[in-house]
């Protein structure tokens, strides 16, 4: 059911000129770390908190009338789902969403509020969110709005690269030459891979949900063990990359990172105290692997913080230690 076109470099621009029409750049943050200045994109203060609004747009204004008029089917644990439905709503769209039971109250809570119906799945016990996504398709006719194996979703969220760039230049810094993402199933990197051909992108997964890692490492799609431990980056929960992600990632990202849970924390701390942003913790993954002094910066480096919808109670806790 995912459209078999592979995404362009084209295709990003064509994304990044329609999200320019509706939504102003995100900030470009500069932050100090060990006295070298990175360059933080704070997609958290995208309306919906997180980067998602940019595929879930580019990806709805793409559909024929006949296609919107039978409405859209996403998978989620809460960003992808808020950004599907966020432009759902503005476009009059009927929007449906299959997330986890055990997704984040705030994420459940924000998707129905934009006016989404959510059809919930044990993720927990193992059920199949694809399979269940599929079954809704085909029972209503729906188009299904892949978070991130679909060529159009993979070129909006690439737009954050153009805006990095563009921000960068007008710096007087020149294009990046390093951008660090957070991970799930690989449709950020690998929008930024075609969005920033000159710059080296390098995917930051959840420790035991390295798929991508593992997969950059083998050259072939590896898959997250069934016993996958429990990560508090709920929104980087994804089982496997998928081939129209990796053909883009295998040729653009030299290697992935893995962070641990502790890492990912200090993150949230150091993005609030130093930056003022509320980030969760799937969006300061790639952060957590700067910190961590995981990578070698370049001088004109990218650090995308890809959300800030946490639970105010799970934050606090981060903040305060005891989490």
């Known amino acids: 059911m995912t459209p078999s076109r592979d995404p362009t470099a084209a295709g990003v621009a064509e994304a990044a000129a329609k999200i320019a029409e509706i939504l102003p750049p995100t900030p470009l943050l500069p ?93 927990p016990g193992g059920e199949d969110r694809d399979e269940v996504a599929e079954r809704v398709c085909a029972e209503r006719g729906a188009t299904l709005v892949h978070a991130y194996g679909d060529p159009w979703v993979i070129e909006g969220q690439g737009s954050a690269g153009i805006e990095i760039a563009r921000q960068m230049d007008a710096l007087g810094l020149g294009g990046p030459d390093l951008i660090i993402a ?26 035991g949900w390295d798929d991508v890692c593992r997969s950059l490492a083998s050259g072939t799609i590896q898959s997250v063990a069934a016993d996958a431990p429990p990560t508090p980056c709920d929104s980087l929960q994804t089982m496997a990359t998928r081939p129209i992600n990796f053909r883009v990632l295998r040729e653009r990202c030299p290697f992935g990172l893995v962070v641990t849970p502790t890492e990912v924390r200090a993150a949230q701390r150091l993005a609030f105290d130093r930056l003022h942003l509320v980030i969760e913790p799937g969006g300061a993954a790639a952060l957590a692997a700067v910190l961590a002094g995981k990578v070698d910066l370049k001088p004109r480096t990218a650090v995308v913080l890809t959300g800030g919808n946490t639970d105010a109670a799970d934050f606090a806790a981060v903040l305060t230690g005891n989490n």
């Not at 203060?45 to 089917?73: C, D, M, N, Y």
């Open 31 to 123: 932050l100090e770390i060990e006295g070298q200045t990175i360059w933080c994109k704070a997609e958290s203060l995208q309306p919906i908190g997180a980067f998602k609004i940019r595929g879930g747009w580019h990806r709805l204004t793409a559909l024929s009338a006949e296609e919107r008029a039978r409405g859209v089917v996403g998978v989620s644990s809460g960003n992808h789902a808020q950004g599907v439905a966020w432009a759902a709503r503005r476009l009059g769209i009927a929007a449906t969403i299959v997330m986890p039971v055990d997704a984040p109250a705030v994420k459940l809570a924000n998707t129905r509020a934009l006016g989404a119906e959510v059809v919930l799945y044990d993720r």
């Open 182 to 207: 957070p991970c799930g199933g690989g449709g950020l990197t690998a929008g930024l891979a075609l969005a920033c051909p000159d710059a080296a992108i390098i995917p930051v997964e959840p420790e």
